[in-house]
């Protein structure tokens, strides 16, 4: 079965499909990952999707459920995490159609308020010199403003972390990402879980999530 990991940027997504991989045996298909993994081996699909990058344009959606139905693959047995798709409604309608044995089992939005989100997108800080990330509030490197990692480098703020970009970001998710939640939200079909609390629970509530899913599913 599929279940769809969703929440707005900052809600830990990523994060908590790879803990849920690690710790459960759920398999986590992130469209970013393939689709960057497709680009550095150049494959067909990569070459092509690089064009669309290349000139500042998004990745069409063809494109992206051709390496969604590779990575999801073919063993209905599995238990997928979508990660990062769909991001609308034509998108969702797409994977619904998608041809494969899997089931899409429901959708999991990975609640944080927006205030929090804000805090911590503006809070992120990367290395410059060897791409080590940092928190000003959850993970200050040991001293002020420098990389304990490389040592090299000042840290910096990415300009796509600045607030106003930010606040950007929250409003196409609220745009376009939201309706998505909405479509599913009054259904069996739907687990919210809090991502505001401590990482290991908001991990466990995950799963129960899933299972809960899958519970509904066999009914
Ligand atoms: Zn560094």
């Known amino acids: 079965m599929i279940v769809v990991l969703t929440g707005a940027p900052g809600a830990g997504k990523g994060t908590q499909a790879d803990l849920l991989a690690e710790n459960?045996?759920?398999?986590?298909?992130?469209?970013?990952?393939?689709?960057?993994?497709?680009?550095?081996?150049?494959?067909?699909?990569?070459?092509?999707?690089?064009?669309?990058?290349?000139?500042?344009?998004?990745?069409?959606?063809?494109?992206?459920?051709?390496?969604?139905?590779?990575?999801?693959?073919?063993?209905?047995?599995?238990?997928?995490?979508?990660?990062?798709?769909?991001?609308?409604?034509?998108?969702?309608?797409?994977?619904?159609?998608?041809?494969?044995?899997?089931?899409?089992?429901?959708?999991?939005?990975?609640?944080?308020?927006?205030?929090?989100?804000?805090?911590?997108?503006?809070?992120?800080?990367?290395?410059p010199n060897c791409t080590a990330t940092y928190h000003m509030s959850f993970n200050p490197p040991k001293v002020a403003g420098k990389c304990d990692k490389c040592g090299q480098s000042e840290i910096i703020q990415r300009s796509d972390d600045k607030e106003e970009k930010i606040r950007h970001r929250l409003k196409v998710y609220a745009n376009q990402t939201a309706p998505v939640i909405r479509h599913y939200e009054n259904s069996d079909q739907y687990q919210q879980v809090d991502g505001s609390v401590e990482m290991a629970a908001v991990t466990a509530s995950l799963a129960k999530a899933i299972e809960a899913l899958d519970a509904s599913r066999a009914s």
Request: a negative charge; aromatic letters at 2%; one cysteine or more.
């Open 24 to 127: 459960h045996r759920f398999r986590k298909v992130s469209t970013g990952d393939a689709l960057r993994k497709h680009v550095r081996e150049q494959t067909e699909i990569g070459l092509k999707a690089k064009s669309f990058m290349d000139a500042g344009e998004l990745v069409p959606d063809d494109i992206l459920l051709k390496i969604i139905q590779e990575e999801v693959g073919k063993n209905p047995e599995e238990t997928v995490i979508l990660d990062g798709y769909p991001r609308n409604l034509e998108q969702l309608k797409a994977l619904e159609e998608l041809d494969t044995e899997h089931d899409i089992a429901g959708v999991i939005h990975l609640h944080v308020k927006e205030d929090e989100l804000v805090e911590r997108l503006t809070g992120r800080r990367v290395c």
